[in-house]
């Protein structure tokens, strides 16, 4: 629930000058932090909260720093080569978007994996390539944060995931089916083939590799991300087009390809793709212009919609649309391809059209930043095979036959179940930030109040389930606070 982006090469501190936007009390509330020095979150961006939505580590794909904004024991020189050299050495950032991400543990809480990519000579010059590099090794590294009074040390370091030639970013991760473990997806290079890693219990397992739709050239950064119900795959450029997926996490299979070309005036370099909670609207970011998807549609091409157009602002640089992501309180955040001191926000994701109102430069940063946004792994993902919009929905939504409420919201130790009549077998299920579960309370008498203690759970937000006979009925979120 805090994200850190920004750089300090415009601002008047040139010293480790950093935004972090916090979303702890439904936020943003965006500030300036001093971190290392030189700091940039270039196109590489990945952080990790603990369960009261407090930072626990971050990383810009250089080096991988803890919450007193140091760098972790162990944790400099984690891309070695070209990126070591050009882009770290001096201070900086990795340059691939989403080009690190951090994971939690299967086995340990006190354990988080941090994946990056590499990048280094590969191809011989050839006429029909721009660049002659790309990254050979998903790397990754593993913090356990009992180690350095809790600040958090790097354990083990240069672990090689995955070794082959690979897209310039885009690690991106969901949930399993089994609610535990991590799919891992990282593209191929000048293909149409991608790596699916799976991490459980007893570690990085072997990849599988699925070749399907089209075929990448070497115009390849772009943004990916999974729908929060997890059965999408999107990745997204101004040269290859929207690419949509189906996605089982079971069994990590990909199938279905779509793509939809956008012409290349109209994205010029620029690009960017975020989900709506309920996993139903898709909005592609095309610099001067945003549009909106159905992916609930029987034609998902022919349901686009034009729901923004740059205004002209620029403060000092143009706000054109750049990367995009899914906020925890819901809403959509979207970068601008310049360096500016706005993000834009769609405050109503979940619905179709002009209607999701979109404001542009609508968040005002204390500090300059450039196009970087938090690349974080699909949390939101329901664990159980059946249809379900998503977390993030009203509390007192219906989603089948009952309707519930759940009160207060926030709240210091108890919340209150109240249902629609009398019912059986409902269990209530809480799980924290990083999905895992905290809380499950059965409810199995007829009265329509049930009173849900809070207690051993720190303050933070919580995402609830409940489910009658296995199946999901309802589902929201609440924050508990002292």
Known sequence: MQWVIGFDQLTPDPLG???????????PIASIITTVDGFYMLGSNSSICDNEGNLLLYSNGCYIVNRKHEIMVNGDTINPGYIQTSFCADGGGGPHPQGVLI????????LYYVFNLDFLDTYPPDSNMFIGQAPQHLYYHIVDMSRDSGYGEIIQKL???VQDTFARGNIQATRHANGNDWWIITPKSHSNCYFLTLLTANGIQ???LTCLGNVWGDRDPAQAVFSPNGKKYVRFNWWDGLNIFDFDNATGGLSNPLTIYFPNDTINYTFGVA???NSRYLYACARKKVYQFDL?????ESSKVLIATWDGYQNPSATLFHFAALGPDGKIYITSAGTTYNLHVIHNPDLPGLACNLEQHGIVL?????????NFPNYRNQTTPMDCDSI???STETKKSLEFTVFPNPSAGMITLEIERPTFELVFEVRDILGRVAKRVDIGNSSTQHQIPLDGLPNGQYFYSILEDGQRVSAGKFIKLE
Not at 17 to 27: H, P, R, T, Y
Not at 103 to 110: Q, R, T
Not at 366 to 374: K, R, T, Y
């Open 17 to 27: 000058d950093a935004i972090l936007m916090d979303f702890k009390n439904g936020g």
């Open 103 to 110: 994971l939690p543990a299967v086995e340990d809480e006190c």
């Open 159 to 161: 672990q090689i995931a």
């Open 206 to 208: 072997p990849s599988q």
């Open 275 to 277: 989900i709506s909670p």
């Open 296 to 300: 609930a549609a029987a034609d998902i």
């Open 366 to 374: 204390p500090s300059l930043h450039w196009g970087s946004i938090p």
């Open 392 to 394: 993030f929905v009203s």
